[in-house]
């Protein structure tokens, strides 16, 4: 009897199909992640821009959504491992504007970046550390903190926090006033020889600061167009 040369090739083929169902249930929907089915607005109600995992399975969001499967939640949220809203995590009022950038300390505390000034009413220039059920913890204030957004957070090895965004170190000079509004942070400052508009950290005008006559503005727009 000549032995079977189709039995290597067969057990191949055997083993190429267990490992293709493999990797396609890894990149599958699981149906056990189970947003309610409100229609439209099922989840966040607006973009996500950061996402974190805590040990315990549960997940730390946070964006451009002001609501969650209908329930008020402004810029950032925890769910459960379910997909369902936590309402262990309560953050009060929370962010007063989008949170870029999440990272769950190993103590269990939670670093957030982004756009907002406040949390739950208090001052905190867009960087804030919150204690495991969402209020802030009063123990990490940075003071006036960063001038700008913050877009990332990393920890170091030796729990030092690293922060990255659109701040600077001041070479635009001392900030006159500051505003929000539906395009982002506008600045107006003074570094001694000018008086500078910027958008974010971009220069967008400028004028002598010991120019004679009453100040002109300073826009986006050429004064002839």
């Known amino acids: 009897m000549r032995p079977s040369h189709n039995l290597p090739f067969a ?14 249930q890894a990149g599958a929907n699981d149906p056990t992640f189970n947003l309610e089915d409100h229609g439209q607005y099922d989840g966040p109600d607006d973009a996500v821009h950061a996402i974190a995992y805590q040990p315990d ?3 730390l969001i946070g964006g451009m959504f002001t609501a969650y499967d209908q329930t008020p939640r402004h810029y950032l949220a925890r769910i459960g491992t379910d997909g369902h809203l936590d309402p262990g995590f309560d953050q009060g009022e929370g962010p007063s504007y989008l949170v870029n950038a999440i990272v769950v300390q190993p103590d269990g505390k939670i670093l957030i970046g982004g756009e907002f000034v406040t949390y739950d009413g208090t001052p905190r220039n867009y ?52 505003e929000r509004n539906f395009f982002g942070v506008l600045r107006v400052t003074r570094d001694g020889k000018f008086i500078k508009l910027i958008h974010g950290t971009t220069l967008h005008g400028q004028q002598r600061a010991d120019e004679p006559g009453p100040p002109r503005p300073m826009t986006y727009y050429h004064q002839r167009g």
């Open 57 to 59: 399975g549960k997940v």
């Open 11 to 24: 057990f191949i083929a055997i083993l190429l199909l267990a490992f293709s169902s493999a990797f396609a």
């Open 127 to 178: 960087l804030a550390r919150l204690n495991s059920d969402g209020s802030l913890d009063t123990d990490f204030d940075p003071g006036s903190g960063p001038s700008g957004g913050v877009t990332s957070i990393v920890l170091g090895p030796g729990g030092e926090i690293l922060i990255a965004g659109a701040f600077d170190t001041g070479h635009f000079g001392e900030t006159l006033h500051k």
